[in-house]
């Protein structure tokens, strides 16, 4: 079975330009999740889509991002305009349907490291 | 808001020593903790815990849960090179809504032959 998978792995951009991340979930995960980690900090959630419809955006820094799930397959996490605290890497990861008590086991993807110079 | 502390942030020891890796948190509605293992690329499932004083297992590794005191520990014995990675600690979000993942900085182990 195909784990999460991101897309690109790396990409530089210069502090204005716009840039689209991609995740491809687990086949059959309702829930989609977009993490980030900039250098020297934690790894911070910025929102949560169950299908197509966002559960919790709660985690996201400003309105120069925005996130998309249509079909409820996929999602694309839009940076524009970039600026240089933009720069990290940028986590996905998916579970299954259900939300249990306790814990949902989310699969993480490789990530996508952005560069913002 | 949920806060999540490890340490050490960085750890060198060498192969076959056992170490013991920390996690503090604050959390207003406990459900459960957990520990990854981040290699290369994507953080790895390791643990779950949500009750204290009972062990998790799995091979060499170990974790444990102090529901009274807010911490958990990692232990790793007979540590080979393989074990090298970084070691996160996260709580699922305790409002109603999500399972967003707050994390700790982590900590770096690095095994030396």
């Known amino acids: 079975e195909a784990g999460v998978t991101q897309f690109p792995s790396h990409s530089v951009i210069e502090k204005g330009q716009t840039v689209t991340l991609r995740c491809d979930p687990i086949?059959?995960?309702?829930?989609l999740y977009w993490y980030r980690r900039v250098m020297g900090k934690e790894i911070k959630f910025l929102l949560h889509?169950?299908?197509?419809?966002?559960?919790?955006e709660s985690g996201m820094p400003n309105n120069r991002f925005l996130a998309e799930r249509t079909g409820g397959t996929y999602s694309t996490l839009k940076v524009q305009p970039a600026e240089l605290e933009d720069s990290g890497v940028y986590f996905c990861?998916?579970?299954?349907?259900?939300?249990?008590?306790?814990?949902?086991?989310?699969?993480f993807g490789p990530g996508t490291r952005l560069t913002v110079l | 808001e949920d806060k999540v502390v490890q340490s050490p942030l960085s750890l060198v020891v060498h192969e076959g020593d056992t170490v013991t890796l920390n996690c503090s948190y604050e959390?207003?509605?406990?459900?459960?903790l957990l520990w990854y293992k981040q290699e290369k690329k994507a953080p790895t499932f390791l643990f779950m815990l949500?009750?204290?004083?009972i062990e998790k297992k799995s091979g060499r590794l170990s974790s444990i849960l102090d529901k009274k005191e807010l911490f958990s520990i990692l232990n790793i014995t007979a540590t080979q090179t393989g074990d090298s990675a970084v070691y996160l600690c996260?709580?699922?979000?305790?409002?109603?809504?999500?399972?967003?993942?707050?994390f700790g900085k982590g900590t770096h182990l690095i095994i030396q032959p």
């Open positions: 996260a709580v699922p979000d305790s409002g109603g809504g999500a399972d967003g993942l707050t």
């Open positions: 949500t009750s204290s004083g």
């Open positions: 086949s059959g995960h309702d829930n």
């Open positions: 889509f169950v299908k197509e419809s966002k559960q919790d």
């Open positions: 990861a998916s579970s299954q349907g259900k939300r249990r008590l306790l814990y949902n086991e989310q699969f």
């Open positions: 959390v207003t509605n406990f459900r459960s």
